[in-house]
Every structure is written in C-alpha cells, then in structure tokens.
C-alpha cells in the first residue's frame, strides 16, 4: 500500500525525507491548508498532487503549469466533463467521495472513463480533514477494478484496523493510504515522528 501525505504547507522537505509515494498540496482558500507560495524541489519519485475543490479548470490548469503537477485531486461536485477536461493535461485524475455508513457505488459509474484513481474519505463538515473514519466495510461492495486510494481520520490508532482491512478483500484495489489531520501539530505543520512510525508499520 502506498502513502499519500496530504494537507502540506510548512515542513514540506522534512515529510518528503520519508520519502511518501505521494504529498497532497490544498489548493482551496476556505481550507486553513490553503497552499500559497512555491513547492520546494522534491524527490521524482515523490509525486505532488493538487487538491481542488469546484474550481474552475483554467484555475487548475494554471497550478499544473506553476508547480509542476503530477496527479489532481477533485473533492467537490466535479462532473466528468470537468474530469475528462482535466485529463487531457496528461496528469493523473483523483475523484473524491465522501462515505459515512452507507453508499450508492452506481454514481461512480460515469467517472470511470474518465479518472485514474477513486478516493473515498469520510462525509464531514469540510471536503476533507475533519479526522475520524468511516465504516470501511462499505467497501466489501466495491464493484469497480479501478484503483482507489483510502482517507478519512487515519492516524497510528487505526494501523491495527489497517492490518486486518489488508487481509479482506474490500481492500483488493486499494492502492494508497490517505493522511493528514491526525499527523498534525497544527493545520498543514505535520508530526514527522508519527509519520515516520506509520508509514513504517504501513509497510511491514
């Protein structure tokens, strides 16, 4: 499984020495992870991702172009239009659903042409960081083949809760591991100890 690091804004370089799989950078004014200024030189085998929410694609296309983007995170009400538009930059395309105790997986269905990875994180407040989980037995359901990537509330108490997720098939394409919230010291300044631990256990 692999490591997504969202919600970066301050010790960018300090994260990126783990050496995550991926780092998620907010583009979205109401988030207090709002990312402004310039993303630091990182690792290629690090891939920076930007996270928007119903934003206007000449926006988004202009932060591909500004910070070298290599993937896009879509967590608002994005059609697949809006998603097929974006694809045709070459990046890698990321929709996000949110889950609480139940979900509809037919409005998936349009979306799979046009993205290349599904991620679901917890039905909250904000689109995004609100800290706790949801009941991932929803996925046992998962009709798709499309890879997905896991969110919502995940920090070093739920490893456990991972270990056994890896074991069912609900996790068969489950191909990353969301973090953000529950690794931070304050908004966008993240707990490097705690991630080290993690991302260790992860992948042991």
Known sequence: MKLKVCGMKYN???VAQLQPDFLGFIFYRNSPRDFEGKIPELSKTIKKVGVFVDE?????VGKI??????AIQLHGH??????RLLKSTGKDIIKVFSIK???????????EDVIDYFLFDTKGKSPGGNGYTFNWNVLKDYPSTKPY???GGIGLDELEQLKAFKDCS???????VDVNSRFEIKP????????EKFKHELQH
């Open 12 to 14: 960018i370089n300090e």
């Open 56 to 60: 206007k694609v000449e926006m988004i």
């Open 65 to 70: 172009e500004v910070h070298d983007l290599d």
């Open 78 to 83: 994005e059609t697949p239009e809006v998603c």
């Open 101 to 111: 105790d139940e979900f509809d997986f037919r409005v998936l269905q349009p979306y």
């Open 149 to 151: 990537i896991l969110s």
């Open 170 to 176: 609900a996790s068969n394409y489950c191909y990353a």
């Open 188 to 195: 966008g300044l993240k707990d490097i100890d705690e991630l």
